[in-house]
C-alpha cells in the first residue's frame, strides 16, 4: 500500500518545460518566465496540473542553465525573480504546481564560491570543491575528456563530471551541504512545491569503488536535503541511473524521508545500441521494460514516474514507432502505454501534438556541448558525414529545438531569430496543424488524462498484464474494487485480439467500436470492463 502522501502524488500530471525553447515575449529569440506565464492556460487546457521547470537561475549557459553561477536569481535572459514571482502566483491561482530543477551536484566557474574557493587554501571556501595537485584517478566528463582541469590561479586540480566550467561540489564539507540546504529552504519559501533533482546520484563520490557516483554517504546528504520538516512534504523526484530495485527502494522507500520517487532509465536505453547508434527495437522491448518497473515498484509500495521524453534523449516514438506515416497512431499509442499506468506522468513540452527527432545537414545546426564535442571525437575516426548522422539520431538537440506553436516563420515561438534552429520538421509537426487535424494527438492526450483524472482505478487500482511476451502487442487492466480498465496497444499489422471479457471502447486512437477483433498497428484502445 502506497502511503498517504504518495497517493496524492499520483494525481500530479507534470508537463516539463524548456525554457529556452518554450516561448519567446520580447523579441531575443530566446524564451523567458513571461512566456511560461502566457501559456499556463494551455498547459492546463491539455490536463496538466504541474510544470518541472528547467535551470532558469543565473548562468552563463554553457551547460543551458545547468551551470548554475547564483542559485537565488533569474537568469537575465529569462526574466526577473519579479517574473518568478508572478510565475508562482499564477500558478497557484490555477491550482498548479511547480516543480524547480534543483542542481547541487555542481556550480558554475563563475559562482562566487568558485570564484573564492580557487583563490586559496586558507579561504572560507576552499574546500567547496574538490582539489588535488595531481588528478586522483583518471575519471572523464560525460562531456567527453579528463574530467579533472588544472586551475592556475589555485595551482591545482578540480573535479568536474560535466564540463569545464561546471565545477563538482565537495558535499564531505558540511558548509556545502548547509548552503544547498539553505537554497532548496529560499525556494520553498519563494513556494516551490518541489524539486527534480539533477544526477542526485553524483554527490556523494565513491572514489574508493573507483566511480564519481554512489558515494557512501549519498542517502546521508539526501535526507539532509529533503527529510527536514521544512522539506518533507515535497514532492522530489531524482535524476538517477539506478537499474535495481534495491537501489530504487534506498532512495524512495516511504520510511527512508528522502526522494518520493527517481527517473530510471532503463527504457530509455530501447532502440539504440548506444547514444549515438541506433538498435532495431520494436514497442516490445519497451513494454518488457515498463512491466518489469511496475511489477517492482508495486512490491515495494515505491511511487513511480512514468517518461518516455525529456530534454536530454530524443524523442522516443523516432526510436521504437513510426515516425512518419503513423505517426498519430505511434504517439498515441506511446501515450496510453506509458500514462495509464501506475505512477506519475511527465509530459516534455511537444509531445502532446507528435513530436519527433529532428534532421540537419550541418553541425552548425546544433548548439548543445554533448554533441559538439562528441561531433569532434567522432570526426577523428569516421567521415563528418557519418559522425553528423550519429550526432542527429543521438543528440539533445533534438529535444531542444523551439516549440512549434504554428507553422509560421518563427513557429510561433519568437518573432526573431531563434537561439538554435527551429525544428526540420516545424512546419508540419506543429500544435496548430495538430488541433486543426481530425486525428489530432493533443485532443487524445487531453481525453486520457481526464480518464486518469476521474477514474481512480487509473490512480491507484492494481496493474496486471493479460498479453504474452512473445505477442506483439501490451495489453493490461488496472482494477480498483469493482471498477476494471483494460488497455489494448497492438505493435504489429493487423492482429486479430480476442479479449477475454466483454466491455465498452471509452478511447481509441481509430474510432474502435468493439473490444475484440482486427487490430491496426499502433492501435490503441481503452476499456471500461464490464
Ligand atoms: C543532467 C541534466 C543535463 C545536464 C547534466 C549536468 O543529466 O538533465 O541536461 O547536462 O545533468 O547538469
Ligand atoms: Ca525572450
Known amino acids: 500500500m502506497l502511503i498517504q502522501k504518495y497517493k496524492d502524488f499520483l494525481r500530479l500530471v507534470i508537463y516539463q518545460i524548456y525554457p529556452r525553447s518554450f516561448k519567446d515575449t520580447n523579441d531575443d529569440g530566446i524564451g523567458d518566465l513571461p512566456g511560461i506565464i ?8 491539455l490536463g496538466a496540473n504541474a510544470i518541472w521547470l528547467c535551470p532558469c537561475y543565473k548562468s552563463p549557459n554553457d551547460d543551458n542553465g545547468y551551470d548554475i553561477a547564483d542559485y537565488r536569481d533569474i537568469m537575465d535572459e529569462f526574466g526577473t525573480m519579479d517574473d518568478m514571482k508572478r510565475l508562482i502566483a499564477e500558478m497557484h491561482a490555477r491550482d498548479m504546481k511547480l516543480i524547480m530543477d534543483l542542481v547541487p551536484n555542481h556550480t558554475s566557474t563563475a559562482h562566487a564560491w568558485f570564484q573564492e574557493s580557487r583563490k586559496g587554501r586558507d579561504n572560507p571556501y576552499s574546500d567547496f570543491y ?3 595537485d595531481e588528478p586522483p584517478n583518471d575519471w572523464e566528463s560525460c562531456f567527453r575528456g579528463s574530467a579533472w582541469a ?24 558540511p558548509a556545502v551541504v548547509k548552503v544547498m540546504q539553505d537554497v532548496v529552504d529560499f525556494w520553498v519559501d519563494m513556494g516551490v512545491d518541489g524539486f527534480r533533482v539533477d544526477v542526485i546520484d553524483q554527490i556523494s563520490k565513491d572514489f574508493e569503488g573507483g566511480r564519481n557516483c554512489f558515494g557512501p554517504r549519498l542517502h546521508e546528504f539526501i535526507h539532509a536535503l529533503f527529510g527536514r520538516e521544512k522539506t518533507a512534504h515535497l514532492f522530489t523526484v531524482g535524476e538517477c541511473w539506478v537499474d535495481d ?18 527517473f530510471q532509465f532503463d527504457h530509455m536505453e530501447c532502440g539504440r545500441a548506444e547514444k549515438f547508434t541506433p538498435k532495431k527495437d520494436s514497442l516490445r522491448t519497451v513494454r518488457d521494460v515498463l512491466i518489469r518497473w511496475q511489477d517492482k515498484t508495486a512490491e515495494h509500495d515505491l511511487l513511480h514516474s512514468l517518461f518516455s521524453d525529456n530534454h536530454d534523449q530524443p524523442p522516443l516514438i523516432s526510436r521504437v514507432a513510426d515516425d512518419g506515416e503513423k505517426r498519430y497512431e505511434s504517439a498515441t499509442c506511446l501515450a496510453a502505454m506509458f500514462y495509464l499506468l501506475k505512477g506519475v506522468p511527465f509530459i516534455y513540452q511537444g509531445q502532446e501534438f ?31 558525414v557519418a559522425a553528423l548522422e550519429k550526432i542527429n539520431f543521438g543528440s539533445r538537440d533534438n529535444a531542444r529545438h523551439p516549440m512549434a506553436w504554428n507553422a509560421g516563420k518563427g513557429g510561433g515561438f519568437s518573432d526573431a531569430e531563434p537561439w538554435i534552429s527551429l525544428h526540420s520538421r516545424q512546419s508540419k509537426i506543429n500544435l496548430e496543424n495538430d488541433m486543426m487535424s481530425e486525428r489530432s494527438v493533443f485532443r487524445f492526450y487531453q481525453k486520457l488524462l481526464k480518464l486518469r483524472r476521474e477514474q481512480d482505478a487509473f490512480l491507484d487500482g492494481s496493474f496486471e498484464v493479460i498479453s ?9 487492466t488496472r482494477t480498483l474494487g469493482q471498477e476494471q480498465w483494460a488497455v489494448v496497444c497492438n505493435f504489429a499489422q493487423e492482429t486479430v485480439i480476442e479479449l477475454p471479457f466483454d466491455g465498452e471502447v471509452v478511447l481509441s486512437n481509430q474510432g474502435r467500436i468493439d473490444v475484440s477483433g482486427i487490430y491496426q498497428e499502433y492501435e490503441c484502445a481503452v476499456i471500461r470492463v464490464h
Request: charged letters at 25%; proline letters at 1%; one cysteine or more.
Open 38 to 45: 502566457e501559456k499556463l492556460d494551455y498547459i492546463k487546457s
Open 130 to 132: 574538490y582539489w588535488f
Open 150 to 173: 588544472f586551475d592556475e590561479m589555485r595551482g591545482q586540480y578540480y573535479l568536474h563530471s560535466y564540463a569545464i566550467t561546471q565545477a563538482d561540489l565537495n558535499w564531505n564539507n
Open 245 to 262: 530495485i534495491e537501489e530504487m527502494r534506498r532512495h524512495c522507500a516511504a520510511d527512508r524521508n528522502e526522494l518520493s520517487t527517481l
Open 354 to 384: 507528435g513530436l519527433t527527432a529532428a534532421h540537419y545537414d550541418s553541425i552548425d545546426c546544433f548548439d548543445d556541448i554533448e554533441s559538439i564535442n562528441i561531433y569532434a571525437e567522432l570526426c577523428q575516426s569516421m567521415s563528418a
Open 468 to 476: 504474452g511476451p512473445e505477442e506483439e502487442c501490451f495489453i493490461f
